[in-house]
Nanobody, 127 residues
Framework: QLQLVESGGGLVQPGGSLRLSCAASGLTLTYYAIGWFRQVPGEAREGVTCITSSGGSTNYADSVKGRFTISRDNAKNTVYLQMNSLKPEDTAVYYC????????????????????WGQGTQVTVSS
């Protein structure tokens, strides 16, 4: 059974850091591009960052570039999102997702290109 479980969310002060994890079971992450998305009430889901199946290429939204870093550990079947210099605007539910196809050389963080989704983890940035 395929399952993606996000963890690591919580309450953090502005300027602080969090590391989110997405652990996969029932599949091998090696064969998928992976994306992190976020959503707040009343707004559309936003692509935050994504990484190719090979891990050789990444993409970031302008709003997080320079502050967030995506990485993957295929041996642990886990993907991570390191979030630094957090801002109140980063408050959202964060989801990890796997692509529906193979993306070995390039990747986009477009929601419609991703097929398998986790349940999300809440990140709240507030003083």
């Amino acid at each position: 059974q395929l399952q993606l479980v996000e963890s690591g969310g919580g309450l953090v002060q502005p300027g602080g850091s969090l590391r989110l994890s997405c652990a996969a079971s029932g599949l091998t992450l090696t064969y998928y591009a992976i994306g992190w998305f976020r959503q707040v009430p009343g707004e559309a889901r936003e692509g935050v960052t994504c990484i190719t199946s090979s891990g050789g290429s990444t993409n970031y939204a302008d709003s997080v570039k320079g502050r967030f870093t995506i990485s993957r550990d295929n041996a642990k079947n886990t993907v991570y999102l390191q979030m630094n210099s957090l801002k109140p605007e980063d408050t959202a539910v964060y989801y990890c997702a796997l692509s529906g196809g193979a993306y070995d050389d390039y990747v986009r963080c477009l929601e419609y290109e991703y097929e398998y989704w986790g349940q999300g983890t809440q990140v709240t940035v507030s003083s």
